[in-house]
Every structure is written in C-alpha cells, then in structure tokens.
T-cell receptor, first 113, second 118 residues
Framework: AQSVTQLDSQVPVFEEAPVELRCNYSSSVSVYLFWYVQYPNQGLQLLLK??????LVESINGFEAEFNKSQTSFHLRKPSVHISDTAEYFC???????????FGQGTRLTINP | NAGVTQTPKFQVLKTGQSMTLQCAQDMNHEYMSWYRQDPGMGLRLIHY???????DQGEVPNGYNVSRSTTEDFPLRLLSAAPSQTSVYFCASSPLQTYQQGANYGYTFGSGTRLTVV
C-alpha cells in the first residue's frame, strides 16, 4: 500500500521569501502525485499534479513541484511567497488504475509580513 | 456548474443521535468518496464508491454507513454519533480513472461539513 509523509506540520516564512514544503511517498508501483491547497474554512483545491512526462510541474500561481523517483519525493516550492499563500497544503499519492488517493498529514504555511 | 455540494455546513449532535451528511455532484463523476479531516492527521478515507450500487470501506469506516442509489448522490450516515466523530467531513468526486497514462485524475472537493458531537 502507498503512504505519504509530509515532513513539516508548520512552516512559517516571511513575505517574499522562498519556501519548500516537503513530501515523501512510499509505493511499490508507479504513482501519480498531487498537491492540494486548503484556504481557511474552505475545501481542498487541486494545486498541481504529476501524472507522467516532465518531472517538473507548475501551477498557475507560481508554485512548482519536482518528482524525484530515486528519492521518492515530490517537494513543493515557490521562490517568493505572498500573504495570500497562507493555507494548509496536502500532498497526495495515487496509483495507476486505482481510484483512491492517500493524503499526507498536511503542512500549514504561515506568511509573516 | 455547482460541482460538489455538501449540506449542512455545520452541525451539532448529541451523543447517540443519528444524522445524514449529504453530498451531491453534477459532473457525472463515477467515483465519490468521504474523508474526515482531523488536526495533525490529514484526510482519512471513510467510504468510497465507484458507481451507483457499489460502495466499499476506506481506512476508518466504523460508525459510518453509505449508499449510492444514483450517480449524483452519496450520503454519509452516522447511526449513533460519538464524540470521537467530531471532525470536518469532506466529500470528493472524480471521473473513474482508466489505465491510460495521463488520464485526468484529480478530485473535486465539497466545502465540508463541520460536525461537533457533544
């Protein structure tokens, strides 16, 4: 069975600073990987996903994540964060042919002015 | 296009009471699922369904029942509420994934139901 570990439960950063949210997964078969974002008092929204092809994937609001098969990681990065990026971020893994997604514990990103 | 609609948004129950959390989607998605979100534990899968008449258990199914009589609706029933079921509940749906590489595979989530059992 697959599993996901988000290594940081909380990440505080200053506005305009870079940030990395770490995600490691475990699976014996090929995986799909996702990052979801949850803004306060809202549901989860898909931020970006890796299905196949280029290992670097980007979102429309400046986040990117790189699939690293050898390190079984899918870390999320942004070179310069804004107050509006304050949210909880969830990494999730799925396997080809299976419908279920397994989610990590979440990382709360707090942006300080 | 409403997406995934969950009702109610908030609910307070007394221990032992029963209730149904509603989830409806208008995207003709075959796959629907229920998660609960608890601090520090992420999202844990309760039950899921791959189509009308087909349901299965997830990671934490005890104390919950589901049914899927239509493609659109996937209600979650708490038969006898317990304080341990205090949580935020999310319904999510997606198209049924195929074995084709690159198939679109992303959940659409509802806005959640915040349940408190006292």
């Amino acid at each position: 069975a697959q599993s996901v570990t988000q290594l940081d439960s909380q990440v505080p950063v200053f506005e305009e600073a870079p940030v990395e949210l770490r995600c490691n997964y475990s699976s014996s078969v090929s995986v799909y990987l996702f990052w979801y974002v949850q803004y306060p008092n809202q549901g989860l929204q898909l931020l970006l996903k890796y299905l196949s092809g280029s290992t670097l994937v980007e979102s429309i609001n400046g986040f990117e994540a790189e699939f690293n098969k050898s390190q079984t990681s899918f870390h999320l990065r942004k070179p310069s964060v804004h107050i509006s990026d304050t949210a909880e971020y969830f990494c999730a893994v799925g396997i080809q042919g299976a419908q279920k997604l397994v989610f990590g514990q979440g990382t709360r990103l707090t942006i300080n002015p | 296009n409403a997406g995934v609609t969950q009702t109610p948004k908030f609910q307070v129950l007394k221990t032992g009471q029963s209730m149904t959390l509603q989830c409806a989607q208008d995207m003709n998605h075959e796959y629907m699922s229920w998660y609960r979100q608890d601090p520090g534990m992420g999202l844990r899968l309760i039950h899921y369904s791959v189509g009308a008449g087909i349901t299965d258990q997830g990671e934490v199914p005890n104390g919950y029942n589901v049914s899927r009589s239509t493609t659109e609706d996937f209600p979650l029933r708490l038969l006898s509420a317990a304080p341990s079921q205090t949580s935020v509940y999310f319904c999510a749906s997606s198209p049924l994934q195929t074995y084709q590489q690159g198939a679109n595979y992303g959940y659409t989530f509802g806005s959640g139901t915040r349940l408190t059992v006292v």
